[in-house]
């Protein structure tokens, strides 16, 4: 991938058609997100606040799914979340395709998941794997302004909860 081709880089609301390839990009990721079915991340994105893609030159190469608080998520990290704070935009999974990674597209997805929550009084959570350990998911979201909340230890994993404030109205 060469820096001109990120110059066509569009963060854009999911479309049905990319289910296609965003699938096999976000099982491609795991263990960083849990391997979903095509069902399964359809209900995701219909229980969605936000679901942004990234594209490359028309082709979906990333994806940001939100989820707003009240949702009825049966996730032992959006329970625990749920459990501690009230107006949030929880962040269930964020991928890139592997060429992009560096190329600031996840930057890209998150800034402007910030800017359309902007003024919404809401906190931006999500959580990073301890183990498997994900030193660099932890890295980026520190970068974007994200702190550690709390951990949670689910026997097969092992999570960091973390938090950003809420946006500011421009």
Known sequence: MTAEQILDLK???FHPGDLSTLLP????AVPAVNELS???LLDLVNSAL???VAEVDG???GLLLCLGDG???D???YIWLS???SNFAYTDRIFVDEKLRGHKAGEALYNELFRQLAGSGRCFVCEVNERPPNPGSLRFHERLGFSEIGKADHGDKAVIFMKRDAEPAA
């Open 11 to 13: 963060i854009r609301p």
């Open 83 to 85: 459990e501690r704070l």
């Open 50 to 52: 936000i679901c942004l």
């Open 75 to 77: 996730s032992r990290n």
């Open 25 to 28: 990009l976000n099982n491609a």
């Open 71 to 73: 949702a009825n998520y």
């Open 59 to 61: 082709t979906p190469s």
């Open 38 to 40: 095509a069902e399964e």
